[in-house]
């Protein structure tokens, strides 16, 4: 099956400065790969989500890059502030029907005032 | 309110004694799952399903049974429930497949197995 490593394991930065988030992934066949938020006892909620087809996306201050030849993806998290605190956690799959979703073991990103 | 419920969010039991965790959704979702959630190894897949009557195993599915008789309900099962089965449950449900992958969450279980 799919496997994801995800790196690194705990992220610390400073407010206003980036944090970027890496993941690579097993599964050449995967082409879906979403990014999930999960703040400290609260469930995870999507916060990105690329296919294969596109190379890079943006959502205000987040955006995700794909490498298929390489086969890793990204989270980029710019001017960072104190609630983007939370475990991040990357997924890859096939999203056609019968495909699992395999996520990585996640990036606890840390943002100091 | 579009939502996935999840119930108990907090069961202790002990070895050997059979439960259910049941969860719901009223999204119209074909796509359900579970997930177990321990420190350091992230969100490990236990079943999924794609539709009623259909379920698939994910990556930890030892120990663990699922049923789905009904579209809204996919309840997690464990039959004689060990030490090594003390997590944190999500279920979750999605359009999967039809166009938006999108995963909700319901709030968790914490079980506890001594």
């Known amino acids: 099956g799919e496997n994801v490593e995800q790196h690194p394991s705990t992220l610390s930065v400073q407010e206003g400065d980036s944090a970027v988030i890496k993941c690579t992934y097993s599964?050449?066949?995967?082409?879906?790969f979403p990014w999930y938020k999960q703040e400290l006892g609260k469930r995870p909620q999507l916060i990105i989500d690329?296919?294969?087809?596109?190379g890079e996306k943006k959502d205000q201050r987040i955006a995700v890059t794909l490498n298929k030849t390489a086969k890793h993806f990204s989270l980029h998290i710019t001017e960072t502030q104190p609630e983007d605190s939370a475990v991040y956690f990357c997924?890859?799959?096939?999203?056609?029907?019968?495909?699992?979703?395999?996520f990585g073991k996640g990036t606890s990103l840390l943002v100091t005032p | 309110e579009a939502q996935v419920t999840q119930n108990p969010r907090y069961l202790i039991t002990v070895t050997g004694k059979k439960l259910t965790v049941t969860c719901s959704q009223n999204?119209?979702?074909?796509?359900m799952s579970w997930y177990r959630q321990d420190p350091g190894l992230g969100l490990r897949q236990i079943y999924y399903?794609?539709?009623?009557?259909v379920t698939d195993k994910g990556d930890v599915p030892e120990g663990y049974k699922v049923s789905r008789k009904e579209k809204r309900n996919f309840p997690l099962i464990l039959e004689s429930p060990s030490p090594n089965q003390t997590s944190l449950y999500f279920c979750?449900?999605?359009?999967w497949g039809k166009g938006d992958e999108k995963l909700f969450f319901g709030s968790g279980t914490q079980l506890s197995v001594l």
């Open positions: 979750a449900s999605s359009l």
């Open positions: 999204m119209n979702h074909e796509y």
């Open positions: 399903s794609m539709n009623v009557e």
């Open positions: 997924a890859a799959s096939r999203f056609v029907s019968g495909y699992a979703l395999n």
């Open positions: 690329i296919r294969s087809n596109v």
């Open positions: 599964d050449s066949a995967s082409n879906y």
